[in-house]
């Protein structure tokens, strides 16, 4: 990465970068919540034994952990506001909720924020994790900490946007997996009415053989892409119980209270109502039916 200094922003960003989270970082010391900054081993998240990784998504023989690929979307997100020609006009959000009920209260987008600090200790230095740190007590990292699922990570982070700047973006960048770009594009963006020219997916997937590539898309086109399809919001029951299983129904309150002053105008005449209601919305009888009413985020459309 080229070294360049963020220039105090002098204007509400505009652009909203997603990182989404898909496992957890959690070196190995005697408390995992907690980054382990003073020893190099611990502090190293390219090490995959500091991560808490599901069985597919660990090395196999030659093949690295998918530990890596979460690294480069970390990445993704650190070039974007530290080096991107638009740096000043961003924020970055990591995007994950406390799916792992064996390691809460630790959320994953906590976990990727301390594995961000141990990336650039690896490879920058203490001047970029200064920066770094600079950054999200200015607003422009945030932590989302509730999201179970992709739509959640979309419709979520958004919702911190307009919470830390009181507005809402202009502009979005999902930063995930390659092969999840349709869902995103095809069905989130849609289902939540986000202008498709605003709207950007920066894919990056792990390291695949062409039958496992084919093998993915052939099981994001059937669990995923094909399940949000006919459930454009995630309600329905196959994929409220899998919001279940990643401790949705046990964190559901707390989201409640983090959203709780939606639903009135602001004093800058902003009316966060239509997002309230959009987060009640089940999609119709058939879960395929979309949200009706105008979202704020349309008014620049």
Known sequence: MASHAVAEATAVPTTLI???????????????????????????????????????????????????????????????ILHGQ????????FSGGQTE??????????SYWNAARGVLRQTSGEHQISLLLSLRGKSRILLEEHATDSYQNLLFSIIAFRKAWGCYPKSVRVVTHAFKAKRFMALHARAIRW???????????????????ELTKRGEEI??????????????????????????????EAFKRWVAEFGKPTEQGLDDSAVKELLQWQGGRGGRELFSKRMPWEDDA
């Open 101 to 110: 009920r064996s390691i809460r209260p630790l959320s994953e987008a906590a």
């Open 223 to 252: 669990n995923a892409y094909g399940q949000f399809l006919n459930d454009l919001y995630g309600t329905k029951l196959a994929h409220s119980l899998k919001r279940k299983e990643r401790g949705w129904d046990e964190c559901e």
């Open 86 to 93: 638009s740096a000043d006009d961003c924020v970055l959000v």
């Open 18 to 80: 997603v990182v989404c989270c898909h496992a957890f970082y959690v070196p190995n010391g005697p408390n995992p919540i907690l980054p382990h900054e003073s020893d190099p081993n611990l502090a190293n998240p390219y090490l995959e034994s500091n991560w808490h990784l599901k069985p597919f998504q660990r090395s196999p023989f030659a093949k690295p952990g998918e530990h890596e690929t979460f690294i480069q979307h970390i990445l993704a997100g650190l070039q974007a």
């Open 195 to 213: 202008p498709e020219h605003r709207f950007q997916v920066q894919g990056i997937d792990p390291i695949m053989s062409y039958s496992e590539l």
